[in-house]
Nanobody
Framework: QVQLVESGGGSVQAGGSLRLSCAAS????????MGWFRQAPGKEREFVAA????????YYADSVKGRFTISRDNAKNTVYLQMNSLKPEDTAFYYC????????????????WGQGTQVTVSS
């Protein structure tokens, strides 16, 4: 019912910035929360950030708090992840997801996923 497409990934040196975008189509996002997750080779998928479309509440993993900002543009049905002060450990494949999670940090609580975009941070 919801299609998600990520963009904005790429390569950047440590300390640099990137902004990821997640565009939604197929169904309105009005009743869905959005989350960002990432997965590096040989590691499990981990929570990055989440946002509720109603109420404007945001949630962040401790590892990115103060550096990453999740935001939304309802007119464009798009969610963003602004990533500043990037570190090599931020290198991963980043996915956006939509759902009605009971736990914003648990990937199993999300129903729809994008194909992902690669972020590489070099030291």
């Amino acid at each position: 019912q919801v299609q998600l497409v990520e963009s904005g990934g790429g390569s950047v040196q440590a300390g640099g910035s990137l902004r990821l975008s997640c565009a939604a189509s197929g169904r309105t996002f009005s009743s869905y929360a959005m989350g960002w997750f990432r997965q590096a080779p040989g590691k499990e998928r981990e929570f990055v950030a989440a946002i509720s479309w109603s109420g404007g509440n945001t949630y962040y993993a401790d590892s990115v708090k103060g550096r990453f900002t999740i935001s939304r543009d309802n007119a464009k049905n798009t969610v963003y992840l602004q990533m500043n002060s990037l570190k090599p450990e931020d290198t991963a494949f980043y996915y956006c997801a939509a759902g009605r999670p009971e736990d914003y940090a648990d990937y199993a609580h999300y129903d729809y996923w994008g194909q992902g975009t690669q972020v590489t941070v070099s030291s």
